[in-house]
């Protein structure tokens, strides 16, 4: 089955083109536009698509809000969303992030990169750019806690091997390169990291970062 997409931008020519490039693909449909928020929330409920391409900058109602709404707490829907930025280093999207964004992608991004995106967040998983997702989460320290405050008790519930794990996301390492620092098979990684996401109620690796940093586990700007 196609994966059925939202295109969502205040801007109609950068809809029409991320349309063609979309449309090529023999697995995937778009299903519908937007050009702002609010119109969003009602084609989600309207088109019950697979993945929404969320832009962050939009009149009456941002990306940010959408995103929390269409992917927040109760909200059982299949849509995952995918945030569009200008820019890099853009502090909406560690908001959009903590929203419940599967992931981030730059509007500049070569066609391949936004069909595969497209794929990686239907499938489930997280479009995690880790070099610039920790450069964010660097950047915008001042969103986070400092550190001092008390560990929260979810990550009492962590193994030891488990927590490794977490810092490991947090830094922005691929299963790969997770398994490969740990000295352990890929699938063992891939267990872990099921766990993790499980016992702290995540929903994927990019939230997984995210809690890692605001829970005071890793400091940003560290090198652990």
Avoid: C
């Avoid at 832009?55 to 059982?76: K, L, S």
């Avoid at 992608?105 to 499938?123: G, T």
């Avoid at 964010?136 to 962590?158: N, Q, R």
């Amino acid at each position: 089955m196609a994966i059925r997409v939202l295109l969502v931008d205040d801007q109609p020519l950068l809809r029409t083109g991320f349309r063609m490039i979309l449309e090529a693909e023999q697995d995937i449909a778009v299903v519908g536009e937007a050009g702002d928020g609010l119109q969003a929330l009602d084609q989600v409920r309207a088109l019950q698509p697979d993945v929404v391409l969320m832009d962050i900058r939009m009149p009456r109602m941002d990306g940010v809000e959408a995103t929390r709404q269409i992917t927040g707490p109760g909200r059982d829907g299949p849509a995952k969303v995918l945030v569009l930025t200008t820019f890099d280093l853009d502090e909406y999207v560690v908001e959009a992030l903590r929203a419940g964004a599967s992931g981030f992608l730059l509007k500049d991004a070569p066609a391949n990169e936004l069909v595969q995106a497209i794929r990686v967040v239907a499938s489930g998983e997280a479009m995690l750019a880790p070099s610039i997702t920790r450069r964010l989460l660097d950047k915008y320290a001042g969103h986070l806690p400092s550190g001092d405050e008390p560990v929260p008790d979810t990550l009492h519930t962590l193994t030891e091997r488990e927590v490794e794990v977490l810092k490991l996301v947090a830094r922005g390492l691929s299963n790969a390169e997770i398994a490969a620092d740990l000295f352990v098979s890929e699938t063992t990684v891939k267990t872990h990291v099921g766990h993790v996401l499980t016992k702290l109620g995540l929903r994927d690796r990019v939230q997984a970062a995210v809690y890692a940093y605001e829970s005071g586990l890793v400091r940003p700007g560290a090198q652990q």
